[in-house]
């Protein structure tokens, strides 16, 4: 038997345990080892969604975007191990690190399993009501001032060009500033939509054009955050 390799979902926020799929469970129990962003919070996670599960059987290994352990990613494989990667939160390999080790498996041709779960990315562009055929995830912004509003401008011209909506997130501590700049930079007629503590119980996700915005601008200081954005033409 060859490896295998689940991507198995985790939580977007604490309270939104109602969001795994119940086979998410069976998938776990198969796995051997695991490759996790944080090792504590994945262990956390799993007890979370099945008690009966014995954490210490399993192998862990750490992976972050800059040492994401291929060496010891590929030597699982050769020993034919069933292997869960697990992210922070959400999907594997979605803004994630996982990514690499997948990209991996798939030049050795190992089956691969995507398991069903929550996607922040997904979830605010299906509830913003913005254009779901073209849109574009451009990760986190600049930091620096500036180059921030450089590409808030660049990011609303394209949307405009090309009808296209553009999602984006920041650090949560960060996330009043952005808004700042995002009021700041974009014309009163672009859509923004904040999408705020997905799958929490105080969960907050509303569109509306910067004009509006600027009348009532919400405070999400450290509150986990998507931000997507359709500019008209």
Known sequence: MEATVYLIPS????????????????????????FAEEERTARRYLKKIAKEIVIDEYEWFP???????????????REKK?????????????ADPGQQLVAIAQQLNIEIKPLVGPNSILLALMASGMNGQQFKFNGYLPIKDHERNKAIRELEAESA?????????????????????????????????????LTGTNEFIKT???????KNKPDIHKRPAVFVLHASS
């Not at 509306?208 to 600027?214: F, G, L, T, Y």
């Open 11 to 34: 939580l977007l926020h604490e309270e939104g345990l109602q969001t795994i799929p119940s086979y998410i469970i069976d998938a776990v129990k198969r796995c051997q080892v695991f």
């Open 63 to 77: 992976m972050t975007n800059e040492t994401p352990n291929i060496d010891s990613f590929k030597i699982k494989i």
């Open 161 to 197: 060009k090309k009808n296209c909506t553009q999602i984006f997130i920041e650090t949560p501590y960060r996330n009043n500033q952005l808004i700042d700049a995002l009021l700041k930079n974009c014309l009163p007629s672009t859509k923004i939509c904040m999408a705020v503590d």
């Open 208 to 214: 509306k054009p910067v004009s509006e915005w600027k």
């Open 82 to 94: 069933t292997i869960g990667i697990i992210s922070e939160a959400g999907c594997p390999g979605i």
